[in-house]
């Protein structure tokens, strides 16, 4: 079981957070100002990356908090952790 | 079988005759008395069943799985093959090993076929769970583990030592090794002793490290009283996992000797080498009277050496190898055992047990070339009633391959070896493939000093004691890669690979026939492997032949994957104390023990007790129901909502994030009000609704379906967090501190009034129409607690939800009880509550939905706001797909036989006028419209209903539809899915 970092908690088992998706995918300003396609895309369309990717982690059995990782999906490996208002950190 | 031969060499003895007169590290001054296949016997305590019963001269222990062949005891550890046996007292415990298995007084045990039993009755041992976190988490107490363990404890650090067997010393126990002139294993006992007084070591026995996982992460089952029979102290659980979380492992599990494939190599007698010796070291037992000793490699000399010094007649060492070891030879010759080079054992004779070994000049062209082994020639039959064997040793990589640690094939060694240095997991000793004393325990210590000054903890060497001198390497010979010595007449069907799976040679050809290379499919394909040892001893000799049969190089075709557990683990020790009443928590209301005294029958909603209904004497569920539903529609009734999601949001933003979260307009709610409100994920599909409180200006009090209250909450925090941290609002869950009373029906007014009127409450309150409107609230005290009245109605009924701190709650439902007894309140359950709100048209978010519909699917399009410019979930509703007319719609279905309850669930289709349900052969399949969602019996309409989502289903009101049950066809009447009082005339009574 992976321990992984909350930017607030410090490191924690997984098995107290929730995964969250693809980070850094903003609700669009003017949803109505979308194509039905625009739209589907932010609905239903994420990247699948091999490698290292962004993403959003709940802190859900601790302090309830959202957070960003970098997290290489080959070996599972974070990278790093960072705050939602914080950008994506340069990670090698 | 072609032999007959039945005479074995136990008969000549008599039983319990071998055990030597002395040594061994079992307690001759404790005897037990076990029963083993009905046979009582006596061993002493520190025996294993197997070390007991070989001392009777008992080798078969059981049968084979496939072939019904006797199967004995291969080994002296958790790598035996074959000795499986299932315990039957104390406790009922299938598929364990008798070489594993400590014997105790009044322990019960019998051989299995190859599969056990289990238990019929509960099992009443106890089992829990620990966490530990160390700097250092050293497997095995052997010679490396324990240099590593005194390491690191010298230097201060957090150790774990953990060790599967019942004491330390590892391979020293099977040995009569010295170290600094001493017996080795007094250095053992120093160490262990040295380790109790260190502060900051955990070492526990019995204790084995099963899996190794992410960020140093260990799991271990400690036995704890599987030893002690029925002695076993009562409330000490039997076993318990140690959850592991160490900064750095040193892996030091040692190795498992491998055996070398030959015709009928599963007879009882057959042994690996290195456990005949200990047997002999450890336990005090000869395995045998007279051995065959079969190897390929200088380990198995030992064995011969010490068993012959202890009165075993040792007939022969065959060598596959041309040269022996000089060393070795000249020990044998002083002993007079004869040895025999470039010879191999290619079968065996014997019925219950091993008579004799066939042996035959040993044909090196090997078994791709089809080599027959001394073809023409007639093996030549040496007696015997043991036959050791050796191929080598591989080490115990497991966990390091758990790791995800790479291996590569080492040829001299002929194994599988750690090929990299993991980050935070460290390999020693003979797990490395350093198989000489000296080093195992300088690549201990090593390895633990490497560890703890990569964490930037000081060292403290620890002295190496010093091991007796290796026969110089002058004379010894390298060892010789045999998996599999050919049979003489070419059947490979007897040659057995996993002896525990009867998996043989032959198995691995038509594996390799049928087109299968990797080792991983070769192991799906004919079962090797899988069995409770997990291919201890047969995986690489898998690798090895296919490899061999492929003319490939072993290294090129690899290991099967390894994955815990390492040794098997009772599912009852991985629940531990998660079981029965503590697998799940259960949520009890403030209510609860009312409930209890009133005879409800629960539900379960998720992690909920809710009454489902409370039936009087001889009632059913469908009577009780009906007559909770009629009280609530003509008199008063009474539920215990309690368990509704409730989120306190406060701030100045409050309003704008429900604006933003719900279908409809919140912020414009007035100090006083109540609003219902449909919240939908971004794809526009409903996910939850409920009523919305508004308390003050800032705050709201928000509440949710029972099921969906964690789930909103964190929805809502979700928004809040990641879309706009920018809104000042907090929110918090209340669900538990509120307690909720639905008071319904035409009679709740008098109830209502009678507790919290002006008669019946210090600041009265006035229940009329007029000043108490239906989505309307009002706070009240009763007797000094306060309590908030809103006028929300889920049945349609006149109706006050009565929220309470949950602490008063009980006392504030009992003065509703004695209230309404004059109106013969009834306290109803969720049965009826879904009867209730069924009859309205009021969906249930999961059950009448799911996560496909939307609310204009519902017939809710006047809940979503044509106002807000955006909100969660709008602009999914302009997509193309949610315009379309055949989309699914909630509508009521009326059985036109007035009778037939529909089942929940049932799929919906045209009305056929033959009302015959065509075959699907002959028309295909029938197009399916929807199905039902909800179904009861209504009191009120003295008929069943139906909910369901069907596909334009608005625009099917008025036409009959079928549904089919059980085969036959059911006519049902498109409705609205409101049936009761569709003008909303009863809910201000
Ligand atoms: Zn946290």
Redesign the pocket.
């Known amino acids: 079981m992976q321990m992984i970092k909350?930017p607030?908690?410090g490191p924690?088992e997984e098995v107290e957070y929730h995964y969250g998706g693809q980070a850094h995918v903003a609700y669009p300003a003017e949803p109505a100002a979308l194509s039905d396609e625009e739209w589907a895309h932010y609905l239903f369309f994420r990247d699948n990356t091999r490698g290292l990717f962004a993403e959003r982690w709940v802190?859900t059995a601790?302090?309830r908090?959202w957070f960003n990782a970098v997290r290489d999906t080959v070996t599972y490996r974070f990278h790093a952790t960072y705050r939602p208002d914080e950008p994506r950190p340069v990670t090698a | 079988m072609s032999e007959t031969t039945s005479t074995t060499a136990t008969t000549a003895q008599a039983r319990g005759s071998f055990r030597t007169p002395t040594g061994g590290r079992v307690d001759r001054t404790s005897p037990v008395t076990f029963t083993f296949a009905g046979v009582e016997h006596t061993g002493y305590r520190g025996d294993t069943l197997a070390s007991a019963l070989l001392a009777d001269g008992v080798h078969q222990i059981g049968t084979s799985i496939k072939l019904g062949r006797p199967r004995g005891v291969g080994a002296a550890w958790a790598e035996d093959p074959s000795s499986l046996v299932q315990v039957e007292e104390p406790f009922p415990d299938p598929m364990l090993l008798a070489s594993t298995v400590e014997v105790f007084d009044g322990l019960v045990a019998d051989g299995v076929p190859g599969q056990g039993r289990l238990a019929d009755i509960a099992d009443s041992a106890r089992y829990d769970s620990r966490h530990l976190h160390v700097d250092l988490l050293v497997v095995g107490a052997g010679p490396a583990g324990l240099q590593a363990a005194l390491t690191a404890a010298r230097s201060g650090a957090r150790v774990a030592l953990l060790d599967e067997q019942s004491e330390a010393g590892g391979s020293l126990l099977g040995s009569d090794e010295l170290l600094d002139g001493r017996p080795a294993l007094e250095w053992v006992a120093d160490a262990v002793a040295e380790l109790a007084a260190a502060p900051e070591v955990v070492h526990l026995q019995r204790t084995t490290v099963f899996g190794v996982y992410d960020d140093g992460f260990a799991l271990a089952v400690e036995r704890r009283t599987d030893h002690l029979g029925g002695a076993a102290p009562e409330g000490t659980s039997r076993q318990r996992v140690w959850r592991v979380r160490a900064r750095r492992t040193v892996v030091a599990a040692g190795a498992h000797e491998r055996p070398v494939v030959f015709t009928d190599n599963d007879r009882p007698g057959t042994m690996l080498a290195g456990s005949a010796r200990t047997y002999l070291h450890r336990y005090g037992v000869l395995a045998g009277s007279r051995a065959v000793v079969f190897t390929t490699n200088d380990s198995a000399y030992r064995a011969a050496v010490d068993l012959a010094d202890a009165g075993v007649h040792v007939a022969a060492v065959v060598d596959t190898r041309d040269v022996a070891p000089a060393h070795w030879a000249v020990e044998l010759e002083r002993r007079g055992v004869p040895l025999r080079t470039a010879q191999a054992v290619v079968g065996t004779r014997g019925v219950e047990r091993v008579s004799a070994a066939l042996v035959a000049p040993y044909d090196r062209a090997g078994l791709a070339a089809g080599a027959r082994s001394s073809a023409g020639v007639e093996p030549e039959a040496i007696e015997c009633d043991l036959l050791l064997v050796s191929g080598g040793w591989n080490p115990a990589v497991h966990l390091h391959s758990q790791a995800r640690g790479k291996l590569a094939f080492d040829a001299g060694l002929g194994a599988f070896l750690p090929a990299e240095r993991l980050e935070d997991l460290l390999v020693a000793g003979s797990a490395a493939g350093t198989f000489d004393l000296s080093s195992c325990l300088r690549q201990g210590g090593a390895s633990a000093a490497t560890a703890l000054s990569e964490l930037g903890l000081d060292v403290t060497a620890v002295p190496v004691p010093s091991a007796a001198e290796q026969p110089p390497s002058s004379s010894s010979s390298a060892p010789d890669l045999v998996w599999v010595v050919p049979d003489p007449s070419g059947d490979s069907s007897r040659q057995f690979v996993d002896v525990q799976r009867d998996a043989t040679v032959a198995d691995v050809q038509r594996a390799l026939g049928a087109g299968l290379r990797s080792p991983e499919h070769v192991k799906r394909y004919t079962t090797i492997g899988t069995a409770h040892d997990q291919g201890k001893t047969s995986g690489v000799v898998t690798s090895g032949i296919i490899a061999e049969l492929l003319g490939a190089a072993p290294d090129a075709v690899g290991t099967t994957t390894f994955r815990p557990p390492y040794t098997p683990v009772a599912f009852a020790t991985l629940a531990g104390r998660d079981r029965g009443q503590l697998f799940d928590p259960v949520r009890t209301t403030s209510v609860h023990d009312w409930h209890v005294q009133a005879g409800a029958v629960w539900e379960d909603v998720g992690q909920w007790k809710r009454p489902r209904y409370y039936p009087l004497a001889g009632e059913d569920m469908e009577t009780a129901v009906l007559r909770e539903c009629a009280a609530a529609r003509t008199g008063v009734g009474i539920l215990d909502g309690s368990t509704l999601g409730k989120i306190d949001v406060q701030g100045p933003d409050a309003g704008v994030l429900l604006d933003r979260l719900y279908t409809n307009l919140m912020s414009s709610l007035a100090v006083g009000k109540v609003r219902y409100g449909v919240m939908c994920g971004a794809d526009g599909m409903v996910i939850d609704d409920g009523t919305v409180l508004r308390v003050a200006e800032d705050r709201f009090l928000v509440m949710t379906t029972t099921g969906g209250a964690a789930k909103i909450l964190e929805w809502m925090e979700e928004w809040h967090q990641t879309e706009w941290p920018e809104l000042r609002v907090h929110l918090a869950s209340v669900t538990e501190q509120w307690a909720a009373f639905p008071v319904v029906g035409p009679r709740s007014r008098d109830v209502i009034g009678a507790v919290f009127g002006a008669g019946g409450s210090e600041d009265g309150v006035d229940v009329s129409n007029e000043a108490f409107g239906f989505m309307t609230w009002q706070d009240t005290t009763l007797d000094g607690v306060p309590v908030r009245l809103a006028r929300i109605s889920f049945s349609g009924e006149l109706a006050w939800e009565v929220h309470v701190d949950s602490r008063y709650a009980l006392a504030v439902w009992e003065r509703l009880i004695a209230a309404g007894a004059p109106y013969a309140i009834t306290p109803y359950g969720t049965e009826t509550m879904h009867v209730l709100r069924a009859e309205k048209g009021y969906p249930i978010i999961g059950q009448d939905t799911d996560g496909t519909v939307t609310p204009q699917d519902l017939g809710m399009a006047w809940v979503v706001s044509k106002k807000k410019p955006d909100f969660v979930g709008k602009r999914s509703f302009a997509r193309a797909e949610n315009q379309r007319e055949d989309r699914k719609h909630l509508v009521g279905l009326l059985p036109v036989d007035r009778e037939t309850l529909l089942p929940e669930g049932s799929q919906i289709i045209e009305h056929r006028e033959d009302g015959v349900l065509p075959s699907v052969s002959e028309t295909g399949p029938v197009p399916m419209l929807g199905h039902v969602t909800s179904s009861y019996r209504s009191a009120y309409l003295e008929r069943p209903f139906a909910l369901a989502l069907v596909k334009g289903g608005r625009a099917r009101v008025g036409e009959l539809l079928h549904v089919p049950v059980k085969g036959r066809l059911v006519a049902v009447e498109v409705t609205s899915p409101v049936l009761v009082d569709p003008e909303g005339a009863r809910r201000d009574g």
Request: hydrophobic share 10%; with cysteine.
């Open positions: 909350c607030w908690c924690r802190h601790g302090c908090r």
